[in-house]
């Protein structure tokens, strides 16, 4: 009985985790958006910041939607955002992605 019980917590933590991993690379991806950067892009400001990440590992990372805390921090520089500009709501689905503040805009 407990091996039952252990397997089906077992699985439904790993579907939080991909649950919660599908919403962070769609959340990300948002932000791509909202910024109107595509992952070259992307890859050119992370050269600016002295990193290298190049289109095809950012788009592993962010699909994956598993990555560091200071990754994520890169990407919110890279962005040119910061962490009181981001639409955090839309992350829990409680909003829709705002438009993008005039002070931030392009």
């Known amino acids: 009985m407990k ?25 990300i991806k948002d932000l791509m958006y909202w910024r109107r950067i595509n ?13 290298d990440e190049n ?3 950012l788009t592993n990372k962010i ?6 805390l200071l990754f994520f ?13 981001v639409p955090w709501a839309t992350l829990w689905g409680k909003a829709p992605l705002p438009p993008m503040p005039e002070k931030i805009a392009k």
């Open 39 to 51: 992952y070259k892009d992307l890859s050119k400001r992370f050269d600016k910041l002295g990193l």
């Open 63 to 68: 699909n994956r939607g598993q990555f560091s």
């Open 55 to 57: 289109p095809r590992q």
């Open 73 to 85: 921090f890169h990407l919110l520089e890279a962005l040119e955002l910061r962490p009181e500009d």
């Open 3 to 27: 091996n039952k019980k252990d397997a089906k917590d077992a699985d439904e933590a790993k579907a939080k985790k991909d649950e919660m991993n599908a919403r962070v690379s769609q959340f």
